[in-house]
Nanobody
Framework: QVQLVESGGGLVQAGGSLRLSCVAS????????MGWFRQPPGKEREFVSD????????RYADSVKGRFTISRDNAKKTIYLQMNSLKPEDTAVYYC????????????????WGQGTQVTVSS
């Protein structure tokens, strides 16, 4: 089992920034892709970004390209999501995810989820 714990969510004004972190623990000896999904109020969970085990490959949803940056530090078993130029439509619960058979294209390939962290962007 792998446990994922997110942090860094909160309330921010439009145009502001937040950085989310996700720390993995447990049976982390296997290589796995990691990433972020989000679930806006009343909507389905959607892909935001993912990063390969090596960190060389990253992908972003069109809605966040140019504003969000994903990174990982395998020594710390941690991934980050730097979110800049936040918009009210970025308001959602953000979930960290891990998959042994990446990339994290859909929720169906995710092996482990974090508990989620709320991000609220006010206008």
């Amino acid at each position: 089992q792998v446990q994922l714990v997110e942090s860094g969510g909160g309330l921010v004004q439009a145009g502001g920034s937040l950085r989310l972190s996700c720390v993995a623990s447990g049976r982390t000896s296997r290589r796995y892709a990691m990433g972020w999904f989000r679930q806006p109020p009343g909507k389905e969970r959607e892909f935001v970004s993912d990063i390969s085990w090596s960190g060389f490959s990253t992908r972003y949803a069109d809605s966040v390209k140019g504003r969000f940056t994903i990174s990982r530090d395998n020594a710390k078993k941690t991934i980050y999501l730097q979110m800049n130029s936040l918009k009210p439509e970025d308001t959602a619960v953000y979930y960290c995810a891990a998959a042994f058979n990446g990339p994290l294209s859909t929720v169906n390939v995710v092996d482990y989820w974090g508990q989620g962290t709320q991000v609220t962007v006010s206008s």
